[in-house]
């Protein structure tokens, strides 16, 4: 009589029994633990996500202050070593103590070749008339000398003050370009005021070349500078800057009372919702503005692209969890039994 061996044993039969079950459990087992790691994971992603969007919004608000900041610190330089350039020509012309025109000529031609960035510089009469100017001839071939200026606003301040004026942005007389101008007293040497020097940036080429510079390897920053009545002095649109646009009723550029400049949120000229950076340029008291801005849609791209390569590494991750788990599993039902 053959007899089996589970009938010898009984316990064998109990251990085949018991594997069986689990082996009709364990993808049970691995449903139940996947469950248990996919919930940490996905609230563990969306935390990441939420804070990195965050990070990249304060990132771009800090980009933009330190811009702004830096535009504005350069963009006085700049107008202050102009500024230094017709003060140094009114030095000059005292120094010879002449306003005979042929020598004014070759001292404001001297002057004006070592700042290309000039549209125009002069020496001009008590009487508000210019005397010497360069260059001589404005593009349709009429002479620059002897233009009246008594109406300026800059003449007006010269005589008034004693002291070296800048003006607001506005259009040139004779250069016919947007610029600012910025005019210094002459004295003779018994101190009376005999004349005035004058120079006018160029607005289409000095201030957003430095501007340009400044941005180059920025793409998603824009940068928009004002005077103080609010016309605009740089712009990504160039048209801006051609026909001195006024964007003094937009709030976004609004003075800031900050000398250090604030973060900002609104809307551009365009009705693009924006985060902002404004700085004030405080040089010669000039009280400018500088505003460096990226729209939210950039940030809230940029937000999104971050957050899909976290999503990806946490579904990575969770899906190599789970293939362990099920090896583990796996390799826990193939164990040889025990012969105790």
Not at 95 to 118: D, H, N, R, S
Request: hydrophobic fraction near 45%.
């Amino acid at each position: 009589m053959n007899l089996s061996k589970g009938f010898i044993d009984p316990s064998m039969d109990r251990r085949k029994a018991g594997r069986t079950r689990g082996a009709g459990q364990w993808p049970l087992l691995v449903l139940f633990l996947g469950c248990m790691m996919v919930l940490p994971a996905v609230l563990l992603g969306r935390s990441l996500a939420e804070q990195w969007e965050s990070r990249l919004a304060a990132k771009a608000d800090e980009e933009a202050l330190s811009t702004a900041r830096l535009i504005a610190r350069n963009v006085g330089l700049q107008v202050d070593e102009y500024a230094r350039a017709v003060e140094m020509l009114a030095r000059q012309v005292e120094a010879w103590g002449t306003l005979e025109p042929a020598v004014l000529q070759k001292i404001v031609t001297t002057e004006k070749a070592a700042f290309p960035g000039l549209a125009l510089m002069y020496v001009g009469s008590a009487d508000g008339f210019s005397i010497a100017v360069d260059p001589p001839f404005d593009k349709f071939g009429t002479p620059n000398a002897g233009t009246n200026y008594r109406d300026r606003d800059y003449y007006q301040e010269v005589v008034r003050t004693g002291k070296t004026f800048i003006s607001p942005a506005r259009m040139g007389r004779v250069s016919h370009v947007p610029n600012i101008q910025i005019a210094a007293p002459i004295w003779d040497a018994k101190g009376r005021f005999v004349a005035f020097s004058q120079d006018a940036i160029d607005l289409l080429n000095v201030i957003p070349a430095r501007v340009e510079e400044i941005t180059a390897g920025k793409p998603n920053l824009k940068v928009v500078v004002i005077d103080r009545e609010g016309k605009t002095l740089a712009h990504p649109d160039k048209a801006a800057i051609e026909e001195l646009r006024d964007l003094s009723k937009h709030p976004l550029f609004k003075p800031t009372t900050q000398p250090d400049g604030e973060l900002r949120r609104g809307v551009d000229e365009t009705g693009t919702a924006v985060h902002a950076a404004a700085a004030p340029v405080l040089k010669r008291a000039l009280n400018w503005q500088v505003v460096v801005y990226q729209t939210e849609e950039q940030i809230k791209t940029e937000a999104a692209a971050a957050g899909r390569q976290i999503w990806l590494v946490t579904a990575a991750g969770l899906l190599t969890g789970l293939v362990f788990v099920a090896l583990a599993a796996w390799l826990s039902l193939k164990r040889p039994p025990s012969n105790e």
